[in-house]
């Protein structure tokens, strides 16, 4: 893991988009590895971490969508209590912020994975090696 490409895909708020998105990608024998949705009254915001992003990103556009390209930092975490804090307290030492985070794990895995948008990635990237998490 390191720094990786996320996709931001910018659509309506409405049944099926989000199906669409993922038969595209399907179809076209992309794997997503990540996936993050946020959404306001009428819009949504789709965070995908995939095998493929230069293809994704070209398929998403011939679909008309509005697709951002961003370095994103991705990790594989301790599935345990504090895994997370000590991220963040390293970041804040180095006086990186955390723009937004999203992260997943289920009981009884070991490890999981979390995906950081900072300002600077690869400064936290590097920030983080040699710090057990």
């Not at 595209?24 to 819009?43: G, Y």
């Not at 789709?46 to 390209?69: G, H, S, Y």
């Not at 345990?80 to 289920?106: E, H, K, M, W």
Request: net charge negative; with cysteine; glycine share 6%.
């Amino acid at each position: 893991m390191g720094v990786e490409t996320q996709l931001s895909v910018f659509l309506e708020n409405r049944p099926g988009i989000l199906a669409h998105i993922c038969d595209v990608l399907c179809e076209n024998e992309i794997n997503i590895l990540a996936l993050s949705t946020h959404d306001t009254v009428d819009n949504a915001v789709v965070r995908i971490l995939c095998d493929n992003p230069t293809k994704a990103l070209l398929l998403l556009e011939q679909e008309d969508l509005f697709v951002l390209e961003q370095k994103v930092v991705v990790l594989e975490i301790e599935n345990r209590s504090g895994a997370l804090s000590r991220i963040s307290r390293q970041l804040a030492r180095a006086d990186i912020n955390i723009g937004y985070a999203y992260c997943t794990a289920t009981p009884g895995q070991e490890s999981g994975c979390l995906v950081l948008k900072t300002d600077e990635p690869e400064k936290a990237w590097n920030c983080l090696q040699g710090l057990h998490f």
